[in-house]
């Protein structure tokens, strides 16, 4: 991702009020916080659905939301997949790497950018020191396209 964007999500979100979740559903455990930026804010939208269209290799996707997510001490997200509504694959990117360099783990290899389909395991181990940012897109389906 380029460096530009990166400065300006972490610019953008610099005053945000972020939610916090911490609850448990589909028996997953989790702890961070999150604030959704909607598409139409991000001055730079088309530019960046260009390149995750090529980051991805597809271009039957949409997505209205970029999903920042802050990692602070003891925050994590166990093992899951994003198997459920019409989600096609998500793209997670590191803004702020935490001072203890945990990362996104996808099939248990870290990762400061990666992309994966709805039944791919991945999780964010709990943080130890510092707090880890990151972007998270969720592509679905356009209207009447299959499922991967």
């Avoid at 960046?48 to 997505?63: A, K, Q």
């Amino acid at each position: 991702m380029k460096k530009e964007w990166v400065k300006w999500f972490l610019n953008y979100i610099s005053d945000k009020k972020f939610v916090i979740e911490n609850i448990a559903y589909y028996h997953i455990k989790r702890n961070y916080k999150y604030y959704n930026i909607k598409s139409t804010e991000v001055p730079f939208h088309k530019e960046f659905f260009d390149y995750l269209t090529e980051f991805t290799n597809i271009d039957d996707f949409v997505f209205d939301f970029y999903h920042i997510h802050k990692w602070n001490v003891g925050s994590f997200f166990s093992s899951h997949t994003d198997n459920r509504d019409n989600r096609k694959f998500a793209y997670v990117c590191e803004l702020q790497e935490s001072n203890c360099k945990t990362k996104l783990l996808v099939e248990n290899k870290p990762v400061d950018e990666s992309w994966f389909n709805v039944h791919t395991k991945h999780e964010v181990p709990k943080i130890k020191n510092g707090e880890r940012i990151s972007l998270t897109i969720f592509g679905k389906n356009k209207l009447g396209t299959r499922l991967l």
